[in-house]
T-cell receptor
Framework: DTAVSQTPKYLVTQMGNDKSIKCEQN?????MYWYKQDSKKFLKIMFS???????INETVPNRFSPKSPDKAHLNLHINSLELGDSAVYFC??????????????FGSGTQLSVL | GEDVEQSLFLSVREGDSSVINCTYT??????LYWYKQEPGAGLQLLTY?????DMKQDQRLTVLLNKKDKHLSLRIADTQTGDSAIYFC??????????FGAGTTVTVRA
């Protein structure tokens, strides 16, 4: 069983389209995250949710809207896609909000290519 | 990101030791981490060290922390081909999120 699963693995789309990436964790964790990894492998946090509540929003354009229907799911919807949105998006989860000493479990990533 | 810096590439011969270095800026970081990313996969936690420790050893992995210089290193003994991956250093900012470096790509050659 995959602990953190995200779909789709690959997403190729045209500029201006709206797309969603889904994430689910079966670990019973309280906290979920979205990270963006650019072409230089630089990894930056976008959002974190704790028990369905938004905790961190790192100056991400409001074209990006996370939605957490329950604490096992955190989806990412992106409106009006731009070329600069091309990246690998990783979902992650941790047991608690405080990350000290705890593992982040990552999904295998969604490679988004905007043409 | 800007808070965590690491060299981008390391090439090592199979069987040798690898040392990956990292510097960070936030002296109040409580935990420092090493994550590994294999091709096409997400990051996996390798090890972490609490800021009041100088060293932590876990099988082939040794983490050294120099808090004064804000320098963290990961040594992999007897490097194997399966160790080829990208290694990310990360620091815990206020315990609410991790700030990652840009990753060091380690290539193990036969």
């Amino acid at each position: 069983d995959t602990a953190v699963s995200q779909t789709p693995k690959y997403l190729v789309t045209q500029m201006g389209n709206d797309k969603s990436i889904k994430c689910e964790q079966n670990l019973g964790h309280d906290t979920m995250y979205w990270y963006k990894q650019d072409s230089k492998k630089f990894l930056k946090i976008m959002f974190s949710y704790n028990n369905k509540e938004l905790i961190i929003n790192e100056t991400v354009p409001n074209r990006f809207s996370p939605k957490s229907p329950d604490k096992a799911h955190l989806n990412l919807h992106i409106n009006s896609l731009e070329l600069g949105d091309s990246a690998v998006y990783f979902c992650a989860s941790s047991q608690n909000l405080r990350t000290g000493g705890e593992k982040l479990f990552f999904g295998s990533g969604t490679q988004l290519s905007v043409l | 990101g800007e808070d965590v810096e690491q060299s981008l590439f390391l090439s090592v011969r199979e069987g040798d030791s690898s040392v990956i270095n990292c510097t960070y800026t936030d002296s109040s970081s409580t935990y420092l981490y090493w994550y590994k990313q294999e091709p096409g996969a997400g990051l996996q936690l390798l090890t972490y060290i609490f800021s009041n420790m100088d060293m932590k050893q876990d099988q082939r992995l040794t983490v050294l922390l120099n808090k004064k210089d804000k320098h963290l290193s990961l040594r992999i003994a007897d490097t194997q081909t399966g160790d080829s991956a990208i290694y990310f250093c990360a620091e815990s900012m206020n315990d609410y999120k991790l700030s990652f470096g840009a990753g060091t790509t380690v290539t193990v050659r036969a």
